[in-house]
C-alpha cells in the first residue's frame, strides 16, 4: 500500500499482559515516529527512529515501554505488563527526511484498551 | 502540560460562519504544522509555516506564524460541514521532535 499501516487496529488486553504493535511506515522513508493519543487530546512524541537508530525515546512514559526498528523499516512497539492508564490511540507516522518540519504521514493508529 | 496550547478546545458553527483558532507556546519552533484528524485516522497534514511572520493560503483556510516563531493561527473562511474534525498544531524543534497542541474540536452544523 501507499500509506502507512498499523496493526492491529484494536486491541484489548487485561491488565498485566504485554502487547506488541506494528507500524509499517511508508517505503523508503527515514524517520519514523511513534505518538500516543488519549481520548480528546493531542499525540504525545513517544519515540523518534531515523533509519534503525533510535534517536530520541525521551517521551517513554516507563521502562514497560519498548520500541525497535532494526531493519530501518518496520517498527513495533511494545508494551510490558500493561496497565490501564495504558490504554490510549498509539499512533505511527514517517517522514521521508530527517530536518524538522518535513511533512509526517501518519498512520490510522492502534486503539489499545487495558481492561 | 502541554508545550502547545490552542483556543478554543470546542467550537460549534453554522455552515458559512468564519472562525480562527489560535496555537500559543512560550517555545520557539523551526517550524510549525497544523494538521486536521477525522475520528478513527491519523492526522493529515494541512500546511507548514518556517518564517517568522508568513502566511499561507489553502482555499478557504489562512494559516500564520507568528513573527517570533511561538504562535500560530488558522483561520476558516465561510466553513463548510466538510470542515468538521480535529484541528492539531505541532511545533518542531532542532532536533526533528515535534510537540503537539491539544487540539481544537470544529463542528460546522449545515
Known amino acids: 500500500g501507499a500509506g502507512v499501516s498499523q496493526s492491529p487496529r484494536y486491541k484489548v488486553a487485561k491488565r498485566g499482559q504485554d502487547v506488541a504493535l506494528r507500524c509499517d511506515p511508508i517505503s523508503g522513508h527515514v524517520s519514523l515516529f511513534w505518538y500516543q493519543q488519549a481520548l480528546g487530546q493531542g499525540p504525545e512524541f513517544l519515540t523518534y527512529f531515523q533509519n534503525e537508530a533510535q534517536l530520541d525515546k525521551s517521551g517513554l512514559p516507563s521502562d514497560r515501554f519498548f520500541a525497535e526498528r532494526p531493519e530501518g523499516s518496520v517498527s513495533t512497539l511494545k508494551i510490558q505488563r500493561t496497565q490501564q492508564e495504558d490504554s490510549a490511540v498509539y499512533l505511527c507516522a514517517s517522514s521521508p527526511g530527517v530536518a524538522g518540519g518535513n511533512e509526517q504521514f501518519f498512520g490510522p493508529g492502534t486503539r489499545l484498551t487495558v481492561l | ?110
Open chain 2, 1 to 110: 502540560t502541554q508545550l502547545l496550547e490552542q483556543s478554543p478546545q470546542f467550537l460549534s458553527i453554522q455552515e458559512g460562519e468564519n472562525l480562527t483558532v489560535y496555537c500559543n507556546s512560550s517555545s520557539v519552533f523551526s517550524s510549525l504544522q497544523w494538521y486536521r484528524q477525522e475520528p478513527g485516522e491519523g492526522p493529515v497534514l494541512l500546511v507548514t509555516v518556517v518564517t517568522g511572520g508568513e502566511v499561507k493560503k489553502l482555499k478557504r483556510l489562512t494559516f500564520q506564524f507568528g513573527d517570533a516563531r511561538k504562535d500560530s493561527s488558522l483561520h476558516i473562511t465561510a466553513a463548510q460541514p466538510g470542515d468538521t474534525g480535529l484541528y492539531l498544531c505541532a511545533g518542531a524543534d532542532n532536533f526533528n521532535k515535534f510537540y503537539f497542541g491539544s487540539g481544537t474540536k470544529l463542528n460546522v452544523k449545515p
